[in-house]
């Protein structure tokens, strides 16, 4: 072996001792206020997922194995990861860096400090040693099953280019076909089957999703109709 290669060696050995080195001990009560930034993805309910995996029960858990979970990508899943406080260290500190190829959209925090406050707030909920605030408790989008009448879906009708989406109050409300989005939502608070909902997105009222229980109802609500 080259002088060369053995000197990179030694580097790369460095680095990866670094990356997985023991972070300081940290104050979960801190933790629970950085988690407020991860809380837009990931829930700390037992499979209530959002756009990320719930990160309930994740300590000692081998990265990308939550059944209930179905995004994970290829890298994370591949991975011999298992989560514990070296390797969410790492993680925290460059998902990139230590699991290449996954769908994480997260720089890092380059903040020890805060990483160890972090993961001590994932450890003390994860294992129970600290309960779950109730604000993190609650789901995270309104319980679209209990929606008045001004935003229940009777019926849709497209029309060249717009949507006329007729509500359960008797009014009617036109849409660009660009500003409707059509969604679903299978979790517990999600609408009834052959109940779709619709919520305003747009400040100017110009746009809107409706929400659906499953895909198929789509052809059943919306029709070609002028």
């Given amino acids: 072996m080259s002088r060369l290669a053995a000197l990179l060696l030694v580097i790369a050995a460095m680095i990866a001792g670094r990356a997985l080195a023991q972070p300081p001990a940290g104050d979960s009560a801190q933790g629970a206020k950085l988690f407020g930034a991860c809380a837009a993805c990931h829930s700390l309910v037992k499979d209530r997922n959002m756009t990320g995996p719930s990160l309930a029960g994740l300590w000692g858990r081998k ?49 020890a400090r805060q990483r160890a406050d972090l993961i001590a707030f994932l450890k003390a909920t994860s294992t ?32 060249r280019d717009t949507y006329h989406v007729i509500t359960a109050d008797g009014r009617t409300a036109d849409f660009w076909e660009a500003n409707l989005r059509f969604k679903t939502d299978s979790s517990d608070t999600g609408p009834l089957p052959g109940k779709p909902v619709i919520m305003p997105a747009g400040m100017m009222g110009d746009r809107a999703s409706v929400f659906f229980a499953a895909p198929d109802e789509f052809s059943t609500f919306v029709k070609d109709q002028c």
């Fill in 63 to 111: 990265a990308g194995s939550l059944q209930s979970f179905n995004r994970y990508s290829p890298a994370l899943k591949s991975s011999a990861v298992v989560w514990g406080a070296k390797t969410l260290d790492a993680w925290l500190a460059s998902p990139a860096v230590l699991i290449p190829g996954n769908r994480m959209a997260f720089a890092g925090m380059p903040d």
């Fill in 128 to 159: 129970g040693q600290r309960p779950l605030p109730a604000v993190m408790a609650r789901p995270p989008f309104k319980d679209l099953k209990k929606l008045g009448p001004e935003h229940q879906v009777e019926a849709i009708r497209y029309c």
